[in-house]
Every structure is written in structure tokens, then in C-alpha cells.
T-cell receptor, first 112, second 111 residues
Framework: GESVGLHLPTLSVQEGDNSIINCAYS??????FIWYKQESGKGPQFIID?????DKRQGQRVTVLLNKTVKHLSLQIAATQPGDSAVYFC???????????FGSGTRLQVQP | DAGVTQSPTHLIKTRGQQVTLRCSPK?????VSWYQQALGQGPQFIFQ???????QRGNFPDRFSGHQFPNYSSELNVNALLLGDSALYLC??????????FGAGTRLSVL
């Protein structure tokens, strides 16, 4: 069946370090991937997305890498700040499908 | 420009009762999707509404139903509540084919 899963449930990093959050997906038909950040008591907030015709996309302090060969994507956060502490979800979709499929999330803890 | 708004923010019900949750989409958005997020889990797709019709449904029983109004706002109804229905219910809106924006959710507790 299809699934989107994350390798690590909790990631603890020092303030100022770079963070890498990983995500695996199983459906080779997936062609659109999104990273969301969810803070306590809030809904998921869009961070960055990438389509399957790209390998890398950069935003402000964030980079998403997509490896279609091994069905893996990652979110890199540069110079991690305390405000980055949250749960991060990857989600996938594919052409013709309405629903986003989310992974179970990784909690990022930023230590001062 | 208001984002996606959901009401109420918190709700406590007992088993067997019925509940209605409400969502106002982001201005200009015509599509509303509902998700259920259990504690410690990722959101699970319930259904999506567009042009007042349900056009895709996830793996949820018929106890979960919805409606979309002409102004694009939406309601999620859950009948015969079970303890397992306790969750954060998220509404997401989008303009056809574009990025989804999520509301803060309604926290439903079933006792």
C-alpha cells in the first residue's frame, strides 16, 4: 500500500546547527511533495514544496531534496533557531488525486 | 485577509452524540478539505468539497458527513460519536489545483 513515513520521531539539535529531517515514500506515482511545520495548538503551516521533475528546491533557510530513485526526501534547515522547534510532516500527492497523504511527523527540538 | 478559520476551537461531547464543526476558507478559495489528526499522528484525509459536492473521500465511515455552502464555507458532521473520534479536526482550503492552507483546527474530546 501507499505510505509516507519518517525515519526519526524526534530530532534534537543545538541552536545554530543545521537540521536534516528525512522522509520516505512508497508510491512511485507520487509527483508532488510538501513539508509542513506544526507548532503546538496550531494547524500545519506550509514550508516548502517540490515536484517530481526537480531534485532540489531552496527557500529561506530551508532546502528540500528529492531522490526519486530511493523514494526519499529530506528537509534541511540552516542555522536552526528556537522558533524552529515544532513537529515537521512530509506529505505527498499525485496528479488526479485530491488528498494529501501525511507521514507521522518528526519532532524537532532546538537546544539553546 | 483572514486565513482559514475554524469553530469552535474546543469541544467536549459524550459517546453517541452528534457534532458539527465549521470552516471558513481563505478568501478566494473554493475547495475545502477535512482532515482528522489523532494525537501524535499525521493528519488523515476525510473528504474534500468543491462546488458544494463531495468529490473525494478517505477511509472514514458514513458517520462522517459534510456540506459546502454557496459561499464556500463548510461543515463537518459526525454522528454517533465514539471515543476514538477524539482528535484534532483540521480544515484546509485551496483554489483548485493550488497549495492548501490549514486552519488551527477544532479539538474534539469524546468522553
Amino acid at each position: 500500500g501507499e505510505s509516507v513515513g519518517l525515519h526519526l520521531p524526534t530530532l534534537s539539535v543545538q541552536e545554530g546547527d543545521n537540521s536534516i529531517i528525512n522522509c520516505a515514500y512508497s508510491n512511485s506515482a507520487s509527483d508532488y511533495f510538501i513539508w509542513y511545520k506544526q507548532e503546538s495548538g496550531k494547524g500545519p503551516q506550509f514550508i516548502i514544496d517540490i515536484r517530481s521533475n526537480m531534485d532540489k528546491r531552496q527557500g529561506q533557510r530551508v532546502t528540500v531534496l528529492l531522490n526519486k530513485t530511493v523514494k526519499h526526501l529530506s528537509l534541511q534547515i540552516a542555522a536552526t533557531q528556537p522558533g524552529d522547534s515544532a513537529v515537521y510532516f512530509c506529505a505527498e500527492n499525485r496528479t488526479g488525486r485530491r488528498a494529501l497523504t501525511f507521514g507521522s511527523g518528526t519532532r524537532l527540538q532546538v537546544q539553546p | 485577509d483572514a486565513g482559514v478559520t475554524q469553530s469552535p476551537t474546543h469541544l467536549i461531547k459524550t459517546r453517541g452524540q452528534q457534532v458539527t464543526l465549521r470552516c471558513s476558507p481563505k478568501s478566494g478559495h473554493d475547495t475545502v478539505s477535512w482532515y482528522q489528526q489523532a494525537l501524535g499522528q499525521g493528519p488523515q484525509f476525510i473528504f474534500q468539497y468543491y462546488e458544494e459536492e463531495e468529490r473525494q473521500r478517505g477511509n472514514f465511515p458514513d458517520r462522517f458527513s459534510g456540506h459546502q455552502f454557496p459561499n464556500y464555507s463548510s461543515e463537518l458532521n459526525v454522528n454517533a460519536l465514539l471515543l476514538g473520534d477524539s482528535a484534532l479536526y483540521l480544515c484546509a482550503s485551496s483554489l483548485e489545483g493550488t497549495r492548501s492552507y490549514f486552519g488551527a483546527g477544532t479539538r474534539l474530546s469524546v468522553l
